[in-house]
């Protein structure tokens, strides 16, 4: 299948910094990139809906100025989670497909520790 | 709104029983797919099947097959002769428009 990468795989950072979380489609052109949280023994919770060249769709209660979703290119995303705090502690996980209907291959996860 | 259920929160089974992981789903559009992946502990999620919401045709690949039913608004998940490799968390999902919703998730306990 297609591959999807993250980058990092894991990151811990001091509260009330920022972090940057990287999703690349290796070897196709992702016209939407995905990207979700994961709690602990939970589902994944879709955060928002990137279109390359358009700004992010997010979903209800994800603050969109906490966090930042860029989709400058068909094969890069990036989350960046700004002024970090422990409570955003989770793993995050990327999806990329080529269109609608189309299967969302998922990046690796980075799990991101805020202390 | 789209939703998806996986009632089934966790089971256990011994190696090489049959196993049957339920999905309902609700949707208003026709035309929509519905996925399920499996995360084993590794955390990364692999991709096991895509339906589109035209075919009902059940599909077998190997020890796994799903069955599709519009009627019910189910997409059920059945892995043959289980094997402790089988053990993760399967999620369904439902794609609509833009969007890709998931289930619960079903944690599948495969014991020796």
């Known amino acids: 299948g297609a591959v999807v990468s993250q980058h990092p795989s894991r990151v811990i950072c001091k509260s009330g910094t920022s972090v940057k979380i990287e999703c690349r489609s290796l070897?196709?052109?992702?016209?939407?990139m995905f990207w979700y949280r994961q709690f602990p023994k939970k589902s994944l919770m879709l955060m928002a809906t990137s279109n390359e060249g358009s700004k992010a769709t997010y979903e209800q209660g994800v603050e969109k100025d906490k966090f930042l979703i860029n989709h400058a290119s068909l094969t890069l995303s990036t989350l960046t989670v700004t002024s970090a705090h422990p409570e955003d502690s989770s793993f995050y996980i990327c999806?990329?497909?080529?269109?609608?209907?189309?299967?969302?291959?998922f990046g690796p996860g980075t799990r991101l520790t805020v202390t | 709104a789209q939703k998806v259920t996986q009632a089934q929160t966790e089971i256990s089974v011994v190696e090489k029983e049959d196993v049957t992981l339920d999905c309902v789903y609700e949707t208003r559009d026709t035309t929509y797919y519905l996925f399920w992946y499996k995360q084993p502990p590794s955390g990364e999620l692999v991709f096991l099947i895509r339906r589109n919401s035209f075919d009902e045709q059940n599909e077998i690949s190997g020890r796994y097959s799903w069955n599709f039913q519009k009627s019910t608004s189910s997409f059920n998940f059945t892995i043959t002769a289980s094997q402790v490799v089988d053990s993760a968390v399967y999620f369904c999902a439902l794609s609509e428009a833009n969007k890709l919703v998931f289930g619960a998730g079903t944690i599948l306990r495969v014991k020796s």
């Open positions: 070897d196709f052109q992702a016209t939407t």
């Open positions: 999806s990329a497909r080529e269109m609608v209907g189309a299967v969302g291959y």
